[in-house]
């Protein structure tokens, strides 16, 4: 079967995507799109109502077999049923529902706090110094109103003081909660290498020089990060950065809740 | 007793998922009924079992599950009966796309209009100080934040706006997608189904003029096609008011 992956700099779900078909020995197409530059939108990408709608924001796209598919947690458990190699999640179904429970945290409440954070140190100035037509240029193919609503508000510098207190609350939090579940002394979130480590790792590695305080009180999470970092798929992922940091590689993600 | 309880409210929403899943498993469960509006779910009794307050919960043996979605899953995997997942990893992610869809952005518009509309008027009629004291009872900040939002009527015109704009949109992708397939994320009935039912149920009641069998008559067939499953009518009987009465819309011949 055909693979191929549209992905941005291994940052965030394109970090998660990319080492998850790394570990799974998938023989993917990679190309490389530039997520900050609104490339995902453009009309040689395919567009499913799935790759357009998805509430993640700026993530990467996944072919295969014809299905376009898009969402990081959810493309990597379909490497884990597809690939080869060590499985992503556990086989106990209530270990695999732990899985699944944490990363439903951290897609809905670290996630968009990490993109709101991410977007306003690295990418608000460079969308404010393009001019009006070029700007125009790269929103207009947007599909999702809301995500288009996304990157002028970041262009326009649209960081209220309020939901950035909340989002470095919301980091914070993320990491007191990955420290306790380092606390028994293992190397994993789960147990076992996997999804969870994969996404968590994904969202919160560009929140250690935007946040230091939120990580100065946690060395288990800092071994972690570590320990991630070193995993072979995921340094293979991070080889392919155009740059020495792509931790600091940020386009518009999910939304921050509307319900607070 | 058996084995698996579940802590629920109404068969509608969240609580509805996991209720309906396992009926459709034909797992025996112990049925707890909390009372949203009466903030059941922040009592200590509850806060024993879930201490995020949040509902619903099940526990199976010593074990505590929560988050609606999560559930499903667990629930597809542990026990026995019909599959609830398709066998094959393509439709498994396309039936994760459409919860994630439902429950991230779909169902939070849903609800911004069921709350404005029902359940804040009906908790508004409790004593303000009464009102004031359960809010400071709710574990999580952000729960307490959306119970001010819901109960004091506080959303902006913009805010629920842009709910409105979202519902019908998601009217509309939802009935192009069944006019791809049978049930919505594959060729066989899934949780994705469950979940969308639980959410949409009420549409030709709640919003008349966006969903009806002219305009989107493959949501109604879909809608009408799980209604009679045995599991979702004895699913529906476990509902205490008028919110789940509303299921009685299926019973319509299609137009």
Not at chain 1, 9 to 32: D, M, Q, Y
Not at chain 1, 86 to 91: D, F, G, I, K, V
Not at chain 1, 139 to 152: F, K, M, N
Request: charged content about 25%; aromatic content about 10%; overall charge negative.
């Amino acid at each position: 079967m055909s693979v191929t992956l549209y992905h941005g700099e291994p940052n965030g779900p394109s970090l998660t995507v990319l080492a998850a078909a790394f570990e799974k020995n998938i023989a993917a197409e990679l190309h490389r799109i530039d997520l900050a530059a609104g490339d995902r939108h453009r009309a040689a990408m395919p567009h499913a109502v799935e790759i357009d709608m998805s509430i993640e924001g700026e993530g990467p796209v996944l072919v295969a077999g014809g299905v376009a598919m898009a969402d990081s947690v959810f493309i990597a458990c379909y490497l884990d049923d597809s690939g080869t190699g060590p499985a992503l999640r556990p086989a106990d179904p209530y270990a695999r529902w732990e899985v699944m429970a944490w990363c439903r945290y951290v897609i809905e409440r670290v996630a968009p706090a990490a993109a709101f954070l991410g977007t306003q140190a690295h990418l608000a100035d460079r969308l404010a110094a393009m001019d009006d037509a070029a700007f125009a240029h790269l929103v207009g193919p947007i599909a999702s109103t809301d995500l288009a609503e996304r990157w002028h508000a970041v262009r326009a510098y649209d960081f209220a003081e309020e939901k950035l207190a909340d989002s470095r609350a919301k980091i914070a939090q993320a990491v007191v909660k990955v420290e306790a579940q380092l606390q028994d002394g293992r190397d994993w979130l789960m147990g076992d290498f996997g999804i969870a480590d994969l996404e968590s790792y994904a969202w919160l590695a560009g929140m250690v020089s935007l946040l230091p305080d939120a990580f100065a009180d946690a060395p288990r999470t800092a071994a972690w990060l570590a320990r991630v970092k070193a995993r072979p798929s995921v340094a293979r992922a991070l080889a392919l950065a155009s740059d020495d940091t792509p931790e600091n590689a940020w386009a518009p993600g999910p939304e921050i809740n509307r319900w607070g | 007793m058996a084995d698996v309880a579940l802590y629920h409210w109404e068969p509608n929403a969240n609580s509805g998922k996991p209720m309906l899943a396992l009926m459709e498993k034909g797992v025996a469960f112990d049925s707890h009924y909390l009372d949203l509006l009466n903030f059941d779910q922040h009592k200590p009794e509850y806060l024993a079992v879930n201490p995020l307050g949040t509902i619903p919960a099940m526990t199976h043996g010593d074990k505590v599950l929560t988050e609606s979605t999560a559930i499903m899953e667990y629930v597809d995997e542990a026990f026995a009966g019909p599959a609830l997942m398709p066998a094959d990893p393509a439709d498994r992610w396309r039936v994760r796309w459409w919860m994630k869809f439902m429950d991230q952005w779909l169902a939070p518009s849903f609800s911004m209009i069921g709350w404005s509309v029902f359940v804040g008027p009906a908790v508004r009629a409790k004593d303000p100080e009464e009102l004031k004291a359960a809010i400071e009872r709710i574990p999580m900040p952000e729960r307490r934040v959306a119970w001010r939002k819901a109960i004091y009527g506080s959303f902006g015109e913009a805010e629920m706006k842009e709910s409105q704009r979202r519902v019908a949109l998601g009217i509309t992708l939802l009935e192009e997608a069944l006019g791809q397939s049978e049930w919505l994320a594959s060729d066989s009935y899934s949780l994705a189904d469950i979940n969308g039912f639980n959410l949409a149920y009420a549409l030709p009641l709640s919003q008349p003029t966006l969903s009806n069998d002219a305009l989107t008559p493959n949501i109604m067939r879909w809608l009408r096609a799980i209604y009679a499953r045995p599991a979702t009518r004895a699913t529906w009987t476990m509902g205490r008011t008028d919110m789940a009465k509303r299921v009685s819309i299926l019973e319509s011949e299609p137009a």
